[in-house]
């Protein structure tokens, strides 16, 4: 496969011909089909409709643009080469999303491997040094609106319990396709689920209070002096 179709991991926009721009009304089965025959140019219709789905679960697991956007170009080829084993027993966004997904994991193995990983979770592990995360939530709530701490946070949890939240809040899914994604019970995610709030919860509430006792502080402080 021309690795030029899968360009668009970078720049997310695909140019297309005014033949490929009259067949964007066709759904997903009739350009797996024609994908399934050599039909590059129906495979980059599919790429150009989710790629901007599939780059963002990626960027969210990996937290790293770019090796989100070689994942996401690896990710694309290796559905291409898979088509013709693709046989409809998924809908094809979801084989397509659980293809992403290993990749990722394949990709968070290697970090491993080559001992890289450590310095992606050194968030983590100030997370988990209560000195260390006063001082880190003090730098962050002075330099960062609500919003961007609620997604820190998110990279920062475990990798089982961030995905089940990109899944199901950012990119919506429903619990059967998420099962599907995942390949485990939807008992098992709706538990990640529930732990994932609730430890989001903690950590927001808890940067929270530590905000309102400088605060105060700050105010006692003033008033003396």
Known sequence: MNEDLLHSARSLNLPLSSAAR???EQDDAQLVKASQHGDREAFALLVQRYQ???FNMILRMLQD????CEITQEAFLAAWQGLPTFRGEARFPTWLY?????CCLRQLEQRKRDKALQNAMQEQQLLDEAGDQRRQAESTLEARDRLALIREQLEALPTKYRIVLVLRHLQEMTYEEMAEI??????TIK???????NLLKERLQALQAQRQADSQKAEVTNALQ
Not at 65 to 68: C, G, I, R, S, V
Not at 182 to 187: D, F, K, T
């Open 98 to 102: 659980r293809i992403a997904y290993n």
């Open 182 to 187: 995942l390949m485990m019970p939807i008992g």
């Open 52 to 54: 901007r789905r599939i």
């Open 65 to 68: 643009y770019e090796e989100a």
């Open 22 to 24: 009259a067949r964007l």
């Open 191 to 197: 538990t990640h689920l529930f732990r994932a709030r």
